[in-house]
């Protein structure tokens, strides 16, 4: 397997990031989001604070704490998916098989 494309983002290219440990599978989440145009930032923010009310600075001002908790949120969604297989087609995650449900 090779690594994902920003994996290999230099540090400084990391603006925003957020981490969570999913309580429906054996995974940690973690993303990062960077300004496309590669512009370098000195500190990366955590994505809470980015997205605070009244934040300021140029992480939050681009919505970038948005993007890392978005995608974060999306991969996380999925791991539970992944993680609860009984789950009906189109249940939301981590709802419980109806009844009557093929197994």
């Not at 990391?14 to 054996?26: F, L």
């Not at 948005?66 to 998916?81: I, N, P, S």
Request: hydrophobic content about 45%; glycine content about 8%; overall charge negative.
């Amino acid at each position: 397997l090779t690594v994902p494309p920003a994996y290999e983002y230099a540090d400084a290219r990391r603006a925003a990031w957020t981490a969570t440990v999913s309580a429906e599978a054996p995974a940690v989440v973690y993303t990062v989001s960077a300004f496309a145009d590669g512009r370098t930032v000195e500190t990366p923010v955590p994505a809470e604070e980015a997205v605070r009310e009244g934040a300021t600075g140029t992480v939050a001002e681009a919505g970038l704490g948005h993007d890392a908790k978005a995608a974060a949120d999306r991969v996380g969604q999925a791991l539970t998916a992944l993680a609860a297989p009984d789950a009906a087609p189109g249940a939301a995650p981590g709802a419980a098989p109806s009844k009557g449900a093929a197994r």
